[in-house]
């Protein structure tokens, strides 16, 4: 199994992005995908999540409103869009799967991937 996240950068407050994550050698639409970040010298923490097949999610109150996650069980991907960032998104974000229903407890998961870096100036 191999979660790849991409799609990191520097940005400027205010400004959007999108990470993905691919996912290879597991049945993807029967795993639930998450989102959590690290924020430097922070602990780990859910960003949000998404179900295997109906598209139920969940989000962390920090990113409500303003983060999106999606998924395209086809191309075995699960994307984050970033709306209106802040500085305390900076983050290495990770994404993470879970045979069967979502959950924002980081003990739920089996599979991660590398994390990609977040850098929001101000």
């Known amino acids: 199994v191999q979660l790849q996240a991409s799609g990191g950068g520097l940005v400027q407050a205010g400004d959007s992005l999108r990470l993905s994550c691919a996912a290879s050698?597991?049945?993807?639409?029967?795993?639930?995908m998450t989102w959590f970040r690290q924020a430097p010298g922070k602990g780990r923490e859910f960003a949000t999540t998404?179900?295997?097949?109906?598209?139920?999610?969940d989000y962390a109150d920090s990113v409500k409103g303003r983060f999106t996650i999606s998924r395209d069980n086809a191309k075995n991907t699960v994307y984050l869009q970033m709306n209106s960032l802040k500085p305390e998104d900076t983050a290495v974000y990770y994404c993470?799967?879970?045979?069967?229903?979502?959950?924002?407890?980081?003990?739920?998961?089996?599979?991660w991937g590398q994390g990609t870096l977040v850098t929001v100036s101000s």
């Open positions: 998404i179900s295997m097949n109906t598209g139920y999610t």
């Open positions: 050698g597991l049945p993807f639409n029967t795993y639930a």
């Open positions: 993470a799967a879970r045979i069967g229903g979502r959950s924002s407890f980081q003990s739920d998961y089996g599979y």
